[in-house]
């Protein structure tokens, strides 16, 4: 299982790694100090060399509650859809009704995502 340095307490109950280009994701679910409930943690590792050589791992983490998992879902499934229209040349891709933001760039790199 992945092990991370600002780890919180919690007792990992499951992993899933998902490794993307030059990007690796980590699902963990574990379990709160009690044991009596559970929640999500992302992580995105990046793997980047410094000047001297060594490798060092950058990484971004969020904790996400069960009270939040239809909405984060939601709000996940719904960028999605909108890059993929504005991908498709679709410009005036639509998210829930409202017309989405003309400003919108996606790098080369993240293209390859979708």
């Known amino acids: 299982m992945y092990n991370d340095d600002y780890d919180r307490s919690g007792d990992e109950i499951y992993s899933k790694p998902v490794r993307a280009g030059k990007r690796t994701y980590f699902f963990d679910v574990k379990s709160t100090k009690g044991n009596n409930d559970f929640y999500l943690t992302i992580t995105e590792s990046k793997r980047k060399i410094e ?19 239809e909405k984060f879902a939601e709000g996940l499934e719904d960028a ?27 790098s080369a790199e993240d293209k390859d995502i979708f």
């Open 80 to 106: 999605v859809k909108y890059i993929k229209a504005r991908l498709n040349g679709s410009p005036e891709a639509a998210v829930k009704g409202e017309s989405a933001p003309e400003d919108v760039e996606i």
């Open 51 to 69: 000047q001297d050589g060594r490798y060092v791992y950058d990484k971004h983490k969020i904790f996400l509650y069960k009270e939040d998992f």
